[in-house]
T-cell receptor
Framework: NAGVTQTPKFRILKIGQSMTLQCTQD?????MYWYRQDPGMGLKLIYY???????DKGEVPNGYNVSRSTTEDFPLRLELAAPSQTSVYFC???????????FGPGTRLLVL | QKEVEQDPGPLSVPEGAIVSLNCTYS??????FMWYRQYSRKGPELLMY????GNKEDGRFTAQVDKSSKYISLFIRDSQPSDSATYLC??????????FGSGTRLQVQP
């Protein structure tokens, strides 16, 4: 069981570039989440999904988009990268017990 | 004011000490309270989970919730160097999203 996997591990983007952060889980969880973690700021929810085809905004959705075409995959899209999006991005999944979320290893993104 | 406040530390203690980590919160609708542990450059992992007020013990770890004071604690007994990590409190009302504290960095010195 791989759990939650994320790619890439690290990426440097120029301002205005686009990229997709990949997230896959093999636990057959319905719920999936994207968080960003800035130093000293804790985890902030960007988007979440309660099942294939269903997504909803979290606390800080601006500048991001998501899709959920399968149970396993939940990619996060940055359309026009800005320095404020420099952060560590974590994908997580859970079953209906939302309290127990399983996190991926994170993607470190630097926007210059 | 943040919904969840947590002292960022760092908190440095000698091996074997009892550690107390705390969070305060302002939203009285929170009913579920969690502690996640995050090692450096890793994703968080769930450590403890409690519902409403009271205590819960799991090995060397005890989670305590005082809803009247809007205060939660995590106690670590006989702390080990392997406990060195950032500890994030998290909580939620009845709906799906978790609200995380900013995390407390703990260093247990051998």
């Amino acid at each position: 069981n791989a759990g939650v996997t994320q790619t890439p591990k690290f990426r440097i983007l120029k301002i205005g570039q686009s990229m997709t952060l990949q997230c896959t889980q093999d636990m057959n969880h319905n719920y999936m989440y994207w968080y960003r973690q800035d130093p000293g700021m804790g985890l902030k929810l960007i988007y979440y999904s309660v099942g294939a085809g269903i997504t909803d905004k979290g606390e800080v959705p601006n500048g991001y988009n998501v899709s959920r075409s399968t149970t396993e995959d939940f990619p996060l899209r940055l359309e026009l990268a800005a320095p404020s999006q420099t952060s560590v991005y974590f994908c997580a999944s859970s079953d209906y017990s939302v309290e127990t979320q399983y996190f991926g290893p994170g993607t470190r993104l630097l926007v210059l | 004011q943040k919904e969840v406040e947590q002292d960022p530390g760092p908190l440095s203690v000698p091996e074997g000490a009892i550690v107390s980590l705390n969070c305060t919160y302002s939203n009285s609708a929170f009913q579920y309270f969690m502690w996640y542990r995050q090692y450096s450059r890793k994703g968080p992992e769930l450590l403890m989970y409690t519902y409403s007020s009271g205590n819960k013990e799991d090995g060397r770890f005890t989670a305590q919730v005082d809803k009247s004071s809007k205060y939660i604690s995590l106690f670590i007994r006989d702390s080990q160097p392997s406990d060195s990590a950032t500890y994030l409190c998290a909580m939620k009302p009845g709906r799906r999203a978790l609200t995380f504290g900013s995390g407390t960095r703990l260093q247990v010195q051998p």
